[in-house]
């Protein structure tokens, strides 16, 4: 079991640019999870995924954030003409309900939009 | 809704002394409780845990235990190192449905030789 991996680890990005990020969760975990941390503070809910299917999302996901995970393995965040304000860490966990309810999360991947 | 409020940081102690960081918690029903830790460069790490009243989560020397009379979850360790330098959050996370993580703001703990 490797843990919960994602790709890129960094990314800088000019205003008004698309840019997508992988979450691979731990095998066989069917609830992923991913959350936004700003520098200083605590990481913020913003989606997650039972298997394929997206079950709740944050008022805090605009329009301009969509995420996929099909199949129910890998996901995917794209967000749409970045902004500055979307310059964040995002994180990916993973779980498996209902035999463990814990998160396991993964390193992040900060984005910088310039 | 749901919120967990930690005691505003920095913190920075002499290696061997006693730590506390308070954790307080909102919630309309009855959340499990979570101490995650965040050491320089890595990941976010499950400390320890507790899922009801009365439990005490335990992990490395740290504890905490779910108090729901004061609605309080405060992490405790006896004798720190400096290898515990790291960044705590308090979580809680309901236990039916999404069951997604409310984290506090965080805590900067640092521990001088």
């Known amino acids: 079991d490797t843990g919960v991996s994602q790709d890129p680890r960094h990314k800088i990005t000019k205003r008004g640019q698309n840019v997508t990020f992988r979450c691979d969760p731990i095998?066989?975990?069917?609830?992923l999870y991913w959350y936004r941390q700003t520098l200083g503070q605590g990481p913020e809910f913003l989606t997650y995924?039972?298997?394929?299917?997206?079950?709740?999302k944050s008022r805090l996901l605009s329009d301009r954030f969509s995420a996929e995970r099909p199949k129910g393995s890998f996901s995917t965040l794209e967000i749409q003409r970045t902004e500055q304000g979307d310059s964040a860490m995002y994180l990916c966990?993973?779980?498996?309900?209902?035999?463990?309810?814990?998160?396991?999360f993964g390193p992040g991947t900060r984005l910088t939009v310039t | 809704g749901d919120s967990v409020t930690q005691m505003e940081g920095p913190v920075t102690l002499s290696e061997e002394a006693f730590l506390t960081i308070n954790c307080t918690y909102t919630?309309?029903?009855?959340?499990?409780l979570f101490w995650y830790v965040q050491y320089p460069g890595e990941g976010l790490q499950l400390l320890l845990k507790?899922?009801?009243?009365?439990d005490k989560g335990s992990n490395k020397g740290f504890e905490a235990t779910y108090r729901k009379e004061t609605t309080s979850f405060h992490l405790e360790k006896g004798s720190v190192q400096v290898s515990d330098s790291a960044v705590y959050f308090c979580?809680?996370?309901?236990?039916?449905?999404?069951?997604?993580?409310?984290f506090g703001q965080g805590t900067r703990l640092t521990i001088n030789p």
């Open positions: 966990a993973s779980s498996f309900i209902p035999t463990t309810y814990e998160q396991y």
């Open positions: 979580a809680l996370s309901d236990r039916q449905g999404a069951q997604k993580l409310v």
């Open positions: 919630a309309t029903g009855y959340p499990s």
């Open positions: 507790a899922t009801k009243a009365d």
């Open positions: 095998s066989e975990h069917n609830r």
């Open positions: 995924f039972q298997n394929e299917a997206q079950l709740e």
